[in-house]
């Protein structure tokens, strides 16, 4: 009898330890996954500024309309590019700043293109949106942020091992980070050549 006593004892703790391990990451994931609902939440409340934007500049009877036209279509594809919090791999992220920056570029031509309508521009109900969109655009940034600092012990977590052989067995995999746009370590060209 007392020979069964050390394997038994053994695999008590291994089964503990095993479920300390399952509830650690389950805590840390969700962490992971509140993060990213908010970065998603703040996308969000940028599209759907975005949206009344464009319908104040359809006001403007002159305005260009193929640019009105790159940003709503930019939107609708941004607002179709999802990634569920369980499936943050680093392709899906590719395909979701793709998403996002080809908005962020059209919107950023549409408000370049606004300078050339003075009305517009005096418009509140315009300088209201713009204004909120730079808002959005900061929460925007701090949900990014926040979510990279919830990946973070996610990840070194279920990498670390032994906790790795545990995590890795019940389905606990690596998240992706949110990565700056390409080119953007890079500093713009500014050229004040008024000639």
Do not use: C, H
Not at 68 to 78: M, N
Not at 158 to 173: C, I, N, S
């Amino acid at each position: 009898m007392k020979k069964w006593i050390i394997p038994i004892v053994l695999i008590v703790v291994l089964v503990i330890w095993g479920m300390g391990v399952n509830n650690k990451a389950v805590n840390l994931e969700e962490t992971v996954t509140q993060s990213w609902g908010n970065v998603e939440s703040s996308y969000q409340r940028r599209n759907d500024l975005i949206g009344n934007l464009v319908n104040t500049v359809k006001g403007a009877a002159d305005f260009e309309r193929g640019t009105l036209t790159d940003v709503i279509e930019a939107r609708a594809k941004a607002s179709s590019t999802t990634i569920d919090a369980n499936n943050l791999t680093a392709e899906n992220m590719a395909q979701f700043q793709e998403a996002q920056s080809g908005l962020s570029g059209a919107l950023s031509r549409l408000l370049v293109t606004v300078e050339r309508y003075p009305d517009l521009k005096a418009n509140q109900n315009f300088l209201e949106l713009q204004s909120q969109l730079e808002g959005t655009e900061n929460r925007i940034n701090i949900a990014r942020d926040r979510f990279n600092e919830a990946v973070k012990p996610y990840n070194t977590y279920v990498r670390q091992m032994p906790t790795k052989l545990v995590a890795g067995a019940l389905g606990f995999d690596e998240k992706a980070y949110y990565e700056a746009d390409a080119g953007s370590e890079n500093a713009p060209d500014v050229n004040f050549d008024f000639n």
